[in-house]
């Protein structure tokens, strides 16, 4: 797996959330930021802001699937380019971003890849 820059991370306030992105917060030496358009109860519209801020560039998001399937329904409806259909396994990784900080491009990386050690 290729590195990718990470400056933050930030993350819904359940455990488990936060549990999945603890051993890269130690890994980077970053705290994790909780947020609560993350949570179980956030909206589309607040992850998707969170996805448009120019500050976020380089940030990992940690949220739960009920909240990834909106989004990714609006992100095709605008134009982002998928590798194949979308899907949000437990522990997988979309890496978002396009031209202009636009998300039109996305890359998927699988539970076992994503867990596997840079």
Known sequence: ???????????????????????????????????????????????????????????????????IGQVFERLLAGGLRLPGEPRWQKGSVWVLGGPDGRLSQASYIAPAAASRPA
Do not use: K, N
């Not at 917060?25 to 996805?51: F, K, M, N, S, Y």
């Open 1 to 67: 797996m290729r590195p990718y820059p990470v400056d933050r991370i930030l993350s819904s306030p359940t455990d488990r959330c936060r549990q999945t992105v603890e051993p890269l917060a130690r890994q980077r030496r970053l705290p994790i930021e909780l947020h609560g358009a993350l949570a179980v109860d956030g909206t589309a519209e607040g992850l998707l802001a969170l996805l448009r801020d120019d500050a976020l560039r380089g940030a990992v998001l940690c949220t739960h699937g009920e909240l």
